[in-house]
């Protein structure tokens, strides 16, 4: 969805390096979600924000940080990369009013650590 | 902790088949939701069911929700290739403010 962008939507990195993926948003949403997918695994919730000032632990929140700058910006930090975090990450919004609560997901990051 | 089963994980059929995947939680959803991710894309929300057995269709697409609101299945009639791509469904259970994910269902459709 063009109102959900992520940046980089590639990266190649080294074991240990600090990356940072970023998330920003034109929906007006106020939740936003980090996932990560592996194949055959679905996709896992590292974390999730429901405003600005409400920060969740996900399933897989290990060796993760966030930070929501913005209610439009959430940005996902791998403070020290390992291999095994090399995946497809997703960021994704949802609206909090009515009762639909749709996910509306970013184009994806694909991450390689070396 | 709470779980969403789906199956198949993988499904091949031949253009024009029907094709079907289930979805089975280990606890009552308030709602369920299904969305597709095609081959290198993201995932995009297909359809919600809230109400005990709930059926909504989509063209060639039937979505329902069991009676007591623990599985659902979605089923497409006459498959064509741009029905390709994974089929997830998910939901919310209880006060859980988080969705529920199962691990999909991926489509391959030989034309």
């Known amino acids: 969805d063009a109102d959900v962008t992520q940046t980089p939507r590639n990266r190649i990195t080294k074991t240990g390096k600090r990356i940072m993926l970023e998330c920003s948003q034109t929906?007006?949403?106020?939740?936003m979600y980090w996932y990560r997918q592996d194949p055959g695994l679905g996709l896992q919730l590292i974390y999730y924000s429901f405003d600005v000032k409400d920060i969740n632990k996900g399933e897989i929140s290990d060796g993760y940080s966030v930070s929501r700058q913005a209610q439009a910006k959430f940005s996902l930090s791998l403070e020290s990369a390992i291999p095994n975090q090399t995946a497809l990450y997703f960021c994704a919004t949802s609206d909090s009013y009515g009762s639909t609560d749709t996910q509306y997901f970013g184009p994806g990051t694909r991450l390689t650590v070396l | 902790g709470q779980q969403v089963m789906q199956i198949p994980q993988y499904q091949h059929v031949q253009e024009g088949e029907d094709f079907t995947t289930y979805c089975n939680s280990s606890t009552t959803l308030s709602n369920i939701q299904w969305y597709k991710q095609r081959p290198g894309g993201h995932p995009v929300f297909l359809i919600q069911?809230?109400?005990s057995g709930e059926v909504k269709k989509q063209k060639r697409l039937t979505f329902q929700f069991g009676e007591a609101k623990k599985n659902s299945s979605l089923h497409i009639t006459a498959t064509q290739t741009t029905d390709v791509g994974t089929y997830f469904c998910?939901?919310?259970?209880?006060?859980?403010?988080?969705?529920?994910w199962g691990l999909g269902t991926s489509l391959a459709v030989n034309p």
């Open positions: 929906k007006g949403h106020d939740r």
């Open positions: 998910a939901g919310y259970a209880g006060n859980n403010r988080k969705l529920i």
């Open positions: 069911l809230v109400k």
